[in-house]
């Protein structure tokens, strides 16, 4: 089995996406490359609960390839939304879509932004791209724009949808997907107290974001730590 450690980061993601209440059953998807190019990723197949995915399980696409080549295996936003970014943003080697319960319910609001108002939310400070074009289920043109709308940025804030993480690893695209919800979490219990928010300055904000950045092997931990419950609890994630 070729990509055996992405593979099993994979799995490993999905699993412990699935233990947080952060996945939809079968629904959304995550992938990675595992081309020079990008083109060639993995991707959660279809119809397979992410409590049960394995690292065998995980299908290899062609960014590029015909429409015509998927079958029941890949589901169709999948490969319209994953197979775009693959191909046109290439910093994404790795990409989670969520509609993770906090994360979705900001993205319902009128402005879906998410203010600095602790050490988590300051985290995304200036670095989330807002999709406010919703028009259907993100297959054809919907699947484009969202390329097109994420940029430079690591982070896609889906209007009406959920949430988009893009990395150069699975670990740092888990990191990120994780770190938002919490921070969704947050603003969206603070805001029900009904209480004026304390948010912090932009000098603050920013200095902490790059805190963050720069803070050592955070992303790759997390992921080591997931792992290390995986291997013990449900080790056959690895296969």
């Given amino acids: 089995m070729e990509h055996i450690e992405t593979r099993r980061d994979l799995a490993a993601a999905l699993r412990w996406s699935a233990r947080l209440n952060m996945h939809e059953g079968i629904a959304n998807h995550f992938s990675v490359a595992v081309s020079d190019d990008g083109s060639h990723f993995l991707l959660n197949p279809n119809g397979v609960h992410w409590s049960k995915i394995r690292a065998r399980d995980l299908l290899e696409l062609d960014a590029n390839g015909e429409v015509g080549e998927i ?35 900001l993205a319902c609001l009128k402005d879906p932004s998410l203010p600095p108002i602790d050490q988590n939310t300051m985290r995304f400070y200036n670095r989330v791209s807002v999709d406010s074009g919703f028009d259907g289920m993100g297959l054809g043109d919907e699947a484009e724009r969202m390329a097109d709308t994420l940029g430079n940025k690591s982070i896609l804030m889906l209007g009406q949808h959920g949430i988009l993480t893009v990395g150069p690893s699975v670990a740092h695209a888990f990191d990120d997907i994780y770190y938002f919800e919490r921070s969704a979490e947050t603003y969206m219990t603070a805001m029900a107290t009904g209480k004026e928010l304390n948010i912090a300055s932009p000098d603050v904000a920013e200095k902490t974001a790059q805190q963050w950045e720069e803070y050592p092997g955070a992303a790759a931990n997390h992921m080591k730590a997931i792992r290390a419950v995986l291997d013990e609890e449900e080790p056959e994630y690895r296969d």
């Avoid at 890949?74 to 693959?86: C, K, L, R």
């Fill in 71 to 105: 079958n029941g295996s890949v589901d169709p936003t999948a490969w319209a939304i994953h197979g775009a970014m693959h191909r046109k943003v290439p910093h994404a080697r790795c990409i989670m879509h969520l509609h993770s319960k906090y994360a979705t319910a």
